[in-house]
């Protein structure tokens, strides 16, 4: 386990700028002043597109925004000490002010328009059940598979029907962290790659959270090094072909979970630019790009089968939005500035000159 502080601070330097260096380095006051403001416009975006949108939101965009919720919490209160802080830390508590009723409405519309499936997963967006790490750690490439299965054998169905098992919430209400001899295979079968190896780390993560601690599950965090070791050697890869657009939901999703997970690498500065920059302007959510960059060469093709596939529960808007897309944005982009908050500035406080914070709408 690496202790937080100057270790993250290091992981968000490591990596070179992408090409229009607009984030500044977030190792003065400033410049994590400054990068905070950019995460919370996009954030504040984001939730008016989610306030918008609400009846349409899928139960996975609410898990998203459930994440996020958690995550602004954690960060008022790495902040409640520091007047300092104070101008970030009320648009932090806006925002928080801004979700809360959303959340809490969205569970009208999901049993609206699927009862039986709200009541299965009603507990994964239900308030507490997410919880932030407690401890960092990173991940081990000598834990990469030398190799993947060629197809992304990931069936939603199965997965459901599994993290119902753990969760406890089958028609026959089991005992949660109850496990099928199939499930234990499926979620424990190496060589998988994007939604099936990022499923495999959210059982693990969703046993975490539901307190399984018994059986297979004395063996959850060497999975979880396991799976996001492999996770993110998949998010290298899809940001060495620039992030090709089906790569991003899976390539949000990784970040998203492995960052719940305490796989603090996954906060990499280059990374948080790309998820910034994705995000559509007018609507403040994410999905489909704009026509003109979506012409990909052969080889790049080939490279996405490890990454795309199925998207879980998509729902796609007319306008190109994706719930699912904007949920993992803004949990990915939740931790981001979790972490920010997390490590304590170089030289002990965050000074407020430039506070003001950029690209306000
Ligand atoms: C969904 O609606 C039904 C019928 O109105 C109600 O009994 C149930 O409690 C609702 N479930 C949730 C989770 O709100
Ligand atoms: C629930 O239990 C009944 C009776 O034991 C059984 O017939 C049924 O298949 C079970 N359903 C599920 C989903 O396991």
Known sequence: MASPGLPLLLLLLAAPPLQPSWLPPPDTPEGKA??????????????????????????????????????????????????????????????????????????????????????????????GFWKLPRAWTHTEASMVYPTFEQEDSFSEELSDLCLVQLLGTGTNSSQPCRLSNFCRSLMTRPGCSGYCLSHQLLFFLSARMRGCTRGLFRQSQHYMNVFCANMMDLNRRADAIGYAYP?????????????????????????????????????????????????????IQYQQQFLRRVKRREKQFADGCSSHNTAMAVAALGGFLYVLAEYPPAEGKLQPPTMTPPNQH
């Not at 409405?105 to 609206?112: K, R, V």
């Not at 998203?256 to 302007?281: E, H, N, T």
């Open 247 to 299: 790569t991003r939901d899976i390539f949000m999703e990784n970040i998203v979970f492995c960052g719940m997970s305490g796989f603090s690498d996954f906060y990499k500065l280059r990374w948080l630019q790309a998820i910034l920059s994705w995000q559509k302007p007018r609507e403040g959510c994410y999905g489909e790009p704009a026509a003109e960059d979506e012409e990909l060469p052969k080889a």
């Open 34 to 127: 400054t990068i905070t403001g950019f995460i919370l416009s996009a954030l504040d975006r984001a939730t008016s597109f989610l306030k918008k949108r609400l009846p349409e939101i899928n139960l996975d965009g609410v898990v998203g925004f459930r994440m996020l919720e958690v995550q602004l919490k954690g960060v008022q209160e790495k902040w409640a000490q520091d007047s300092q802080l104070q101008p970030l830390s009320l648009r932090v508590g806006k925002l928080v002010e801004k979700l809360a009723p959303l959340l809490h409405d969205s569970i009208f519309y999901l049993n609206l328009s699927d009862p039986e499936y709200l009541r299965q997963f009603h507990l994964t967006i239900k308030p």
